[in-house]
């Protein structure tokens, strides 16, 4: 089951492209150490170049998760899963 939910990027990615439809990056990684050589310096943006030369050489992977995910960027986002949490209407607790 695992293995179908691993795909290998083809020769381009892009970060967060304007969709309607389709996946898109979560913002979890896991690398090997050798990826921080990709790393310029803190004025390196890692979805730009680090991302784009990883999938250029074939080595960026992506799991697809196929639950319940909701990004909390702001205070907003915050509020509305506690709102989710606090009314029982979650599906990621069993």
């Not at 990883?54 to 639950?67: D, P, V, Y």
Request: hydrophobic share 35%; proline share 2%.
């Amino acid at each position: 089951m695992l293995k179908k939910k691993i795909i290998k990027f083809g020769k381009s990615f892009k970060e967060k492209p304007q969709v309607t439809e389709g996946w898109i990056n979560g913002g979890f990684f896991i690398a090997e150490y050798n990826f921080f050589n990709l790393i310029k310096g803190d004025s390196t943006i890692l979805e730009k170049e680090p991302l784009e030369k990883a999938t250029s050489r074939k080595q960026l992977f992506a799991f697809k998760h196929f639950g319940f995910w909701k990004c909390m960027d702001t205070s907003r986002d915050k509020e509305v899963l506690e709102t989710i949490y606090r009314k029982n209407k979650f599906n990621w607790k069993k």
